[in-house]
Every structure is written in C-alpha cells, then in structure tokens.
T-cell receptor, first 112, second 111 residues
C-alpha cells in the first residue's frame, strides 16, 4: 500500500562526504518535490519536478542537486554535507501542482 | 502564496471538537486555503482545501469567512491520534507552484 517510499529512513554521513537520498512513488504522479525540515521548523521546499522540468527554489544552496530518471523515482544529492544540513528530508508527489501532495515518511539525515 | 497566521499551540479535550483558526488577510481571489497536518516523525498529510464555500470531508470541516480573510478547521471529535502540527496554507491553484508552509499550530489532544 505504500505510495511514497523513502530510503533509507535514517542516514548518517560524514562532514563533506557526498550522500544520496532516494524517493519512489507508486501513484504515477507527474510532480515530485523535495523538502527540508529542520528540528521544530516547518518543511521548506528545496526544488520540485513538474514531469522532467526541474524547478529550483531561489534560496536552495548549490550543494543540493536532484535527479529524476523516470516518473517513479527522484533522488536528492548533497554534494558536501555540512553540519547545518542535518535535517529531515521529505519527498512528496502530486498529480499536478494544483492537487494535494502525498508525502513520504522522510529520511532523517545526521552529519557527523 | 498568501501569508497565513496561526496560533502556535492549542489544547483540546479528547472527544470534543477542535477548532483551529487561521488568518489570511492578504489572500488573493484565486488562492485556495489548504490544510495539512504533521504527526510527530511522519510526513505531512493533506486534510482539506477550499476556495469560498465551506467544505467537509471524512477528516474535517473547513469554514471560510465571507471576506475570505480567515478560516477555521474543525475536527468534530478529536482523538489522541489527532495530536499534530496543523498547517494552514494559501495556495494558488494554477501554474507550477508548490506549497509554502508556515509555522503551524501544535494541537495537543488531552485524554
């Protein structure tokens, strides 16, 4: 029944060591989103894909990249994680940008 | 997206109705009011959305004032599982735009 799946649920990486978080969906939605949520804060949009069209938020650091090889999968790459990048990373999908978003359970990233 | 203002926290007794207010005085005519909630350690969950008319679904009711400057989310019979952070979001339903989450209301349902 899982609709938006994120792996792994918990990820520990070292300072400066590249890390990739993955998201997959069984909903066949054309829009996929990546949010960053730091402790006790609201989710903050990093970027989203509308089909293959990549939309970056203006204040998303260059350190964050994303790939969407097909409809079902989307990846978040953090090229050189810093201590400030420790957060919950949430993936979401929607049928269109005007419809409700379905969120995955998130990946909690720890940077040591 | 319109700026929204919500109380930071609220308490509600189990079994009673929870009424969560939201102010969105700058909302434009084509922006919908969306509500999401986030239970601890989970991703946000869509609850309901509306434009002008009141809306009801299996989870909640949404009451929007006639001038659309504020709204109230109603959970008719709150349970302990409704303890969560509730986000009110003004969102334009056209174009390729994503949601902007505000700080939300932390609802604590008390036994």
């Amino acid at each position: 029944d899982a609709m938006v799946i994120q792996n792994p649920r918990y990820q520990v990486t070292q300072f400066g060591k590249p890390v990739t978080l993955s998201c997959s969906q069984t909903l066949n939605h054309n829009v996929m989103y990546w949010y960053q949520q730091k402790s006790s804060q609201a989710p903050k949009l990093l970027f989203h894909y509308y089909d293959k069209d990549f939309n970056n938020e203006a204040d998303t650091p260059d350190n964050f990249q994303s790939r969407r090889p097909n409809t079902s999968f989307c990846f978040l790459d953090i090229r050189s994680p810093g201590l400030g990048d420790a957060a919950m990373y949430l993936c979401a999908t929607s049928r269109d940008s005007s419809y409700e978003q379905y969120f995955g359970p998130g990946t909690r990233l720890t940077v040591t | 997206d319109a700026k929204t203002t919500q109380p930071p926290s609220m308490d509600c007794a189990e079994g009673r109705a929870a009424n969560l207010p939201c102010n969105h005085s700058t909302i434009s005519g084509n922006e919908y009011v969306y509500w999401y909630r986030q239970i601890h350690s989970q991703g946000p969950q869509y609850i309901i959305h509306g434009l002008k008319n009141n809306e009801t679904n299996e989870m909640a009711s949404l009451i929007i004032t006639e001038d659309r400057k504020s709204s109230t989310l109603i959970l008719p019979h709150a349970t302990l599982r409704d303890t969560a952070v509730y986000y009110c979001i003004g969102h334009m339903d056209t174009g390729r735009r994503a949601l902007t989450f505000g700080s939300g209301t932390r609802l604590q349902v008390q036994p």
